[in-house]
């Protein structure tokens, strides 16, 4: 599979973008696997330039260089050309929307550790700067960054996670004293859900098959019956699958049948087969013996449940 980079820039004065752009192209043109990555790029980015950006082209990686805020907000530009701040709110809100295909956003602005702690709560992997950094700091972390996503690894091996340390050492390497200001936000339960970390398959999880309009059927009818969508039971089953009960806050108010539905949706568009696995171990437990299990026998062989 091939992961797209989309590069945006703003308000570039006073920072070296142009080598840290071409820092980013030279180490996938070296990289060992440089055919599983595409570059796009939009500059002089405002609020709009972004949300359009990340509708159209549909990264996995999402690279902001430009300037932050102490307060952790980032620096993008208005219709005039003039400055725009906007918060670490508004861009987890917009990267909520994306959750389906962004996998890393790397924010490599001063202060930006805030806005990748917020992104971070919808997105597998945001790194941030938690003060002031310097240019040739962000830009060696860059170099070591990509050349480490370039890098032939083992399939167990967190992509993202070495690709972060590598980051680092460049940093180290430079003897520049700016080691600790890099840093990353993993979503632990997102991290398992998204396409692939590693873009090198393994042939686990080629083996899953995509589940189908019948299957979907078939755990929405049965977690209804289970009396596991019941709203007084809603929280217990969100732990005991591994969600946070904060992440279906937008369906918590609905009617069983409802709930039932836009959970099953919910778990197959952010493609959490772990979770649905054990939500259909819960159903299996349910409905041991009886008609449907033949059904849910069928399905947790498709998702390679184990």
Avoid: W
């Avoid at 060696?140 to 480490?148: C, I, K, L, P």
């Avoid at 959970?263 to 979770?275: F, G, K, M, S, Y």
């Amino acid at each position: 599979m091939q992961q797209k980079i989309l590069i945006l820039t703003a308000i570039p004065r006073g920072l070296r973008l142009d080598r840290e752009i071409r820092e980013i192209e030279e180490a996938i043109r070296r990289a060992a696997r440089r055919d599983k990555f595409e570059i796009r790029m939009r500059t002089a980015v405002r609020p709009q330039d972004i949300r359009r950006a990340l509708a159209e082209e549909r990264p996995q990686i999402v690279h902001f260089c430009g300037h932050g805020l102490e307060d952790g907000s980032l620096l993008l530009e208005d219709d005039g050309g003039n400055d725009k701040p906007v918060s670490g709110e508004g861009l987890a809100r917009l990267f909520k929307l994306h959750t389906d295909y962004v996998i890393c956003v790397l924010l490599n602005a001063c202060h930006s550790a805030k806005s990748a702690e917020a992104i971070g709560q919808y997105i597998n992997y945001a790194i941030g700067m938690n003060q002031q950094i310097q240019d040739k700091t962000a830009i060696a972390f860059t170099q070591g960054f990509y050349d480490a996503l370039g890098y032939e690894t083992p399939d167990n091996i967190d992509i993202f996670e070495r690709a972060f340390q590598e980051g680092l050492v460049a940093i180290q390497l430079e003897d520049i004293s700016e080691g600790q200001i890099p840093v990353l936000i993993k979503n632990e339960m997102l991290r398992q859900s998204k396409f692939i970390v590693n873009p090198q398959i393994s042939s686990a999880v080629e083996a899953k098959q995509e589940l189908n309009d019948l299957d979907i059927e078939t755990l929405t009818e049965l977690l209804q019956l289970s009396g596991r969508a019941a709203s007084e039971r809603r929280r217990a089953l969100s732990i005991e699958i591994g969600i946070n009960p904060g992440e279906l806050t937008s369906i918590s108010l609905l009617a069983e049948n409802d709930f039932a539905v836009e959970l099953i949706d919910l778990l197959r568009r952010r493609r959490l087969e772990t979770v649905i696995c054990k939500l259909c171990k819960k159903l299996e437990y349910d409905f041991k013996g009886g008609v449907y299990s033949s059904k849910l026998g069928a399905i947790i062989t498709k998702l390679n449940c184990r």
